[in-house]
């Protein structure tokens, strides 16, 4: 079994509203007649695929001056609720508008200890913000490393549209992670392109993990492979940016073209051990 470290639980409904949700469709060629109906159906394709558990993901742009983003916010509250639903099926990370000055702090709080949320998404290019900005940014991470809530940062390119990739490049992380050394962070995506970076990162700071989410096993750069096999093969988690990409697809893919490739023991820390290091359990 294992724990898909990076998903959406978007409805078709709540997609086709958001004109940046839409044109990531388009990057990923998906046919949106396709998509989740309702987050039910998230649990049954995990079930399909033999996936025991998933992070859901938040988000909250309600304070970001992008007018292309104002319906792409997701209530902590909702996706709390969705978790409970699922029992220990689903981990919930909030969202939180860094824009929004001391509220993002306090809703992440509320977050926390009210709603029993286990982490923080952050989406660098949807807010508009660097991650090493230190007014809005750091009073964010001091909660998160006094409360031991891991992050997750969306690194590198975007398939959503309306937003600049300049803010999500994998460098700014490392000033980040240099501050606050017990911070745990997950940077997605592996920071594609930019991800010789995102390695360097992790490999100076020994709380960053490295999610391959968002791409078909097959297509992982092999640039990759020998510090997945080697030095930082305990710090990569397997995730699939559903529904962008949907489990099934995923683990097949990974049977037939990326399995092979990993040494004994990898793909065990990859599919599930890793996270269990992030997530404390």
Same mark, same amino acid.
């Given at each position: 079994?294992?724990?898909?470290?990076?998903?959406?639980?978007?409805?078709?409904?709540?997609?086709?509203?958001?004109?940046?949700?839409?044109?990531?469709?388009?990057?990923?060629?998906?046919?949106?007649?396709?998509?989740?109906?309702?987050?039910? +159906?998230?649990?049954?394709?995990?079930?399909?695929?033999?996936?025991?558990?998933?992070?859901?993901?938040?988000?909250?742009?309600?304070?970001?001056?992008?007018?292309?983003?104002?319906?792409?916010?997701?209530?902590?509250?909702?996706?709390?609720?969705?978790?409970?639903?699922?029992?220990?099926?689903?981990?919930?990370?909030?969202?939180?508008?860094?824009?929004?000055?001391?509220?993002?702090?306090?809703?992440?709080?509320?977050?926390?200890?009210?709603?029993?949320?286990?982490?923080?998404?952050?989406?660098?290019?949807?807010?508009?913000?660097?991650?090493?900005?230190?007014?809005?940014?750091?009073?964010?991470?001091?909660?998160? +490393?006094?409360?031991?809530?891991?992050?997750?940062?969306?690194?590198?390119?975007?398939?959503?549209?309306?937003?600049?990739?300049?803010?999500?490049?994998?460098?700014?992380?490392?000033?980040?992670?240099?501050?606050?050394?017990?911070?745990?962070?997950?940077?997605?995506?592996?920071?594609?392109?930019?991800?010789?970076?995102?390695?360097?990162?992790?490999?100076?700071?020994?709380?960053?993990?490295?999610?391959?989410?968002?791409?078909?096993?097959?297509?992982?750069? +092999?640039?990759?492979?020998?510090?997945?096999?080697?030095?930082?093969?305990?710090?990569?988690?397997?995730?699939?940016?559903?529904?962008?990409?949907?489990?099934?697809?995923?683990?097949?893919?990974?049977?037939?073209?990326?399995?092979?490739?990993?040494?004994?023991?990898?793909?065990?820390?990859?599919?599930?051990?890793?996270?269990?290091?992030?997530?404390?359990?």
């Amino acid at each position: 079994m294992s724990t898909d470290f990076h998903v959406h639980p978007w409805t078709r409904a709540f997609m086709r509203k958001n004109g940046p949700i839409v044109k990531a469709c388009n990057f990923f060629k998906l046919d949106m007649a396709t998509l989740p109906a309702s987050t039910d +159906q998230l649990l049954s394709e995990m079930d399909a695929a033999g996936v025991e558990r998933s992070v859901i993901l938040g988000q909250d742009t309600h304070a970001t001056p992008n007018p292309s983003f104002k319906n792409y916010t997701m209530k902590n509250d909702d996706l709390a609720a969705i978790a409970k639903r699922a029992e220990d099926r689903l981990v919930a990370f909030a969202g939180v508008d860094p824009n929004a000055g001391r509220d993002a702090v306090k809703e992440l709080r509320r977050a926390s200890l009210e709603l029993g949320m286990r982490g923080l998404k952050v989406h660098s290019s949807a807010n508009s913000v660097y991650p090493n900005d230190r007014k809005k940014m750091f009073p964010i991470y001091e909660f998160c +490393q006094e409360r031991s809530l891991p992050i997750l940062f969306h690194t590198g390119t975007t398939g959503l549209g309306d937003c600049e990739i300049k803010f999500s490049k994998p460098e700014f992380l490392d000033e980040v992670c240099q501050s606050f050394p017990d911070l745990r962070v997950v940077m997605a995506h592996f920071g594609w392109p930019w991800y010789d970076v995102t390695v360097a990162v992790a490999l100076r700071n020994p709380n960053v993990f490295i999610d391959v989410s968002g791409w078909k096993p097959k297509y992982i750069p +092999q640039g990759l492979l020998p510090y997945m096999n080697g030095i930082l093969q305990d710090r990569f988690l397997f995730g699939t940016d559903y529904p962008m990409l949907r489990h099934a697809a995923w683990m097949d893919d990974f049977e037939s073209s990326l399995r092979p490739k990993l040494r004994p023991g990898v793909s065990e820390k990859l599919l599930r051990l890793n996270a269990r290091a992030v997530l404390g359990a």
